[in-house]
């Protein structure tokens, strides 16, 4: 099998599960009590804490929210900053469903919830976050890359027109997608909260972190046992949360190698593909992950070629995931303005940390092979 859903989960790292095994094993405390089982738990996430924070370029460890997630971090943000100020939310029409599901949640609490547009390339404008932003405003979240096509936004002319025009907004970027390749940090972001999720960077699933910035109120979305300072209880994921700081330190030590090796792996994928087959690139001419290949063979409906693909040893996606199953095009898709029979022909196909010289070329032939036969 070529894995290429990387976007989706990545393999772990090496390092990620080295780390966590002793936490899988006689390292098993719960970080909450007092004695010495639990106090070594305890210094292993408040180390991972720590290693995060250094990564990111928090100010300080506690900075750092451990969370269930990319999910998670999303909702203690945008639910969390709303429920605390009492205030709205201003976000864009591409972004991933945990941050839009939990604006329509705030909504329906009644506090103002606008969605911005986007244009073709899936981009906002500044200026039109920054034309919307009124005293009602609590946050307003932009993510940093797209997790469909990998298009970069331009996060940080968001955050400086808020710094300017709206100096009491918060500002939150989901930088899911975009950890593996570009430098976020809160310096680079500028953003007041940022939301990371390990499975995406050779770490384990389930767990994560939100980054807030020292100062920022927040109501808690889970309510409980008051780990975290209060603003995300439940009993502490260690090993995962060990495996996640592993995987942050060796992704920032990697991030130039991906860029160039993962990146030309991309282009030699797409430009083989080209040289055979009808296809679409997204985003070609904007900035985007050198992770992914957001592609539409016309005349291929998306799911006939993942089925075909999959017999015959390629991991892809669709452009969207079908939740329903009955889903023909995705919401960023269509933010984008692309018709609903071409939004059906998208596919996703996003490399990863491992394993990319090799099989890009073999992947392409493979792939053009199947599309001939469809086209
Ligand atoms: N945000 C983005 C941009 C994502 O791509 C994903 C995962 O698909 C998430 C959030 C959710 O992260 P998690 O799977 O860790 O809950």
């Known amino acids: 099998m070529i894995y290429l859903d990387n976007a989706a989960t990545t393999p772990m790292r090496p390092e990620a599960s080295a780390a966590m095994q002793p936490y899988l094993g006689d390292r098993f405390g719960n970080p909450s009590g007092i004695h010495a089982v639990s106090r070594r738990a305890k210094d292993a996430i408040e180390e991972a804490r720590e290693r995060i924070a250094a990564a990111l370029g928090a100010a300080h460890p506690l900075e750092i929210v451990f969370t269930g997630g990319g999910t998670d971090a999303d909702n203690l943000a945008v639910v969390g900053s709303a429920l605390a100020s009492g205030g709205g939310v201003v ?164 991030r130039g190698r991906f860029r160039s090796v993962v990146g030309s792996a991309r282009d030699r994928f797409e430009s083989e593909l080209a040289s055979r087959v009808k296809v679409d690139v997204t985003g070609a001419d904007t900035e985007r992950l050198v992770s992914h290949a957001h592609l539409r063979f016309p005349g291929v409906r998306s799911e006939t070629l993942l089925i075909r693909l999959d017999q015959a040893g390629i991991a892809a996606a669709a452009g969207a995931a079908c939740h329903s199953g009955a889903q023909l095009t995705s919401h960023v898709m269509e933010a984008m303005g692309v018709p609903p029979d071409q939004g059906a022909e998208a596919v996703r196909f996003s490399f990863g940390w491992n394993d990319v010289t090799a099989t890009a070329g073999a992947a392409a032939t493979v792939v053009a092979d199947v599309v001939e036969t469809l086209q």
Do not use: W
């Not at 329509?104 to 390339?121: A, C, K, M, S, Y």
């Not at 310096?187 to 499975?199: F, L, P």
């Not at 767990?207 to 109501?219: A, I, N, P, Q, T």
């Open 91 to 254: 976000t864009t029409a591409v972004e991933h469903d945990a941050v839009l599901e939990s604006a329509r949640f705030v909504e329906r609490l009644g506090h103002p919830v606008t969605i911005v547009g986007v244009d073709g390339d899936g981009r906002v404008d500044p200026a039109a976050i920054v034309a919307v932003v009124g005293d009602d405003t609590a946050v307003v979240s932009v993510m940093s890359a797209n997790n469909e096509t990998g298009v970069i936004q331009p996060g940080r002319e968001v955050a400086d027109a808020l710094a300017a025009a709206a100096p009491g907004v918060l500002f939150h970027t989901d930088a899911v997608q975009a950890f593996a390749s570009l430098p976020v940090t809160v310096e680079a972001t500028g953003a007041d909260m940022i939301s990371v999720s390990a499975h995406k960077i050779g770490g384990p699933q389930g767990v994560g972190c939100l980054y807030v910035r020292d100062g920022v109120e927040l109501e808690p979305v889970i309510h409980g046992g008051g780990q975290e300072l209060g603003r995300r209880s439940g009993t502490h994921n260690v090993a995962g949360i060990v495996g996640f700081a592993a995987a942050v330190e060796a992704a920032v030590a990697d």
